[in-house]
């Protein structure tokens, strides 16, 4: 009979975190999460996933590394520029963890494929840098009565917040307008901290949720701004 935990040497330190302990990382590596966008979020959402040993990852984008990218893609490197995010990023994920298994799809992930490959989730992550990708998967985690968490980034700041079935659709906070939504990274500057910091919370929020602990940022939005070392949570 397979162990639950293939390998509790490597997940050890996790396991000794009260509120997750051998259950809660058994759930954990029982876990499919789905991260849309390979890029400065979801490359770093899709590592600490791997680490913590999350079963079946799927990333999904249709972009290639750029130059620009290091400044805050670090799993990328400069001779890799012009290969495919997803690929590469696909190749670091099985070398981080060869106990799960990674799905990888190159192309945008729209509502028409969406509506076919959440349903093989338990827990989708928007990591792409602009509204429309997010308003999308809002508005297809909501039909198919999926989990998500959304976040973006922009300049020294970022914001993050988690939806469940039962929450209020994305639109309802951010409105419809193309210009409306989270901040989107593609239309201005981004600190690499920041896009570190606003994948931690994603990462986490993803990590709660599969194993059962903790308080998700439902119905509520977490805004930050490392310029000015500020945190607000708004209750929504």
Known sequence: ??????????????????????EGQEKICKGKVL???CGALGSMVAM??????????????FDNIDISNLQRQFFFRAEEAGK??????????????????????????????????????DFIVDATDNPESKRMTGTMAL????PCCIGGVRDFGGQVMTFLPESPRFEEYFGTASADGFLPCSL??????????????????????????????SGRLLIFDLLKNSFQLFHL
């Open 35 to 37: 991260v849309i966008g």
């Open 84 to 121: 495919s995010k997803m690929e590469v990023l696909r190749q670091r994920l099985q070398e981080l963890n060869p106990e799960i298994k990674v799905r990888g799809y190159k192309e945008m992930i729209t509502s028409g494929k969406a509506d076919k490959i959440f349903g093989d989730y």
């Open 143 to 146: 039909k198919k009565a999926m």
């Open 48 to 61: 600490q996933l791997a680490g913590a040993g999350v079963g079946e990852i799927g990333i999904a984008d």
């Open 188 to 217: 201005g500057g981004v600190m690499g901290p920041a896009a570190g910091l606003c994948a931690s919370i994603q990462a986490s929020e993803t990590l709660k949720y599969l194993s059962g602990t903790g308080d998700l940022l």
């Open 1 to 22: 009979m397979t162990a639950m935990i293939p390998d509790k040497m490597r997940y050890a330190r996790q396991i000794a975190v009260p509120e997750i302990g051998k």
